[in-house]
């Protein structure tokens, strides 16, 4: 018979082993969960604002009326369609560009034919004003473009034992993008 005060500190030992990497390795899967879904939530919000200003172009109308769209209209699609995404760390940029050009043609380096950042979201300068403005919006002739950049902080950093601020601070920054042919 084996004598069991021998292996009274075995249990300890065994955690510290397996139990502390478990943990990493499980917080590590939670934060990379919580990315991806940031991410996927970024771009499908971008894709919305693109898809609702696309299908809002100079020849759109419901009746007598006209479905034009303003730049803070977008904005509330986008803000929408980013569920868990705070729009104060939302920054958007809306370009029109010419259709069959290429993105580095449309970059704000290269003046853009029409282009609106909301930095942050909540702040869009000219919501009331028509986007695209009526000289750029002829269907099948311009693309509309909606590129979205988000901060948001790593939640795992929250549970990290003794981190100072300048642990807790940690963040990541993700990028979307959609380009859509304005159709109507």
Not at 42 to 64: D, P
Not at 135 to 151: H, K
């Amino acid at each position: 018979m084996r004598d069991r005060r021998r292996e009274g500190g075995n249990q300890t030992l065994e955690f510290t082993l397996v139990g502390i990497p478990l943990l990493f390795i499980l917080f590590g899967v939670a934060n990379m969960s919580f990315a991806m879904l940031t991410l996927h939530t970024l771009q499908e919000a971008c894709e919305q604002g693109a898809r609702y200003a696309a299908t809002r172009g100079s020849t759109c109308s419901s009746g007598t009326n006209t479905c034009g769209v303003t730049v803070g209209q977008i904005a509330g699609v986008i803000s929408k369609a980013a569920a868990g995404i705070s729009p104060a760390s939302l920054i958007v940029t809306l370009t029109v560009c010419a259709a069959g050009s290429s993105y580095a043609t449309c970059s704000p380096v290269n003046s853009p034919v029409n282009q609106v950042s909301c930095n942050p979201l909540t702040s869009c300068s000219g919501s009331s004003t028509a986007w695209p403005s009526s000289s750029n919006n002829t269907a099948g002739s311009y693309d509309v473009i909606v590129s979205a950049d988000c901060t948001v902080a790593s939640p795992i950093f929250m549970y990290w034992p003794s981190g100072g601020p300048a642990v807790k601070t940690q963040s990541s920054t993700f990028h979307a993008y959609s380009r859509q042919e304005l159709v109507f």
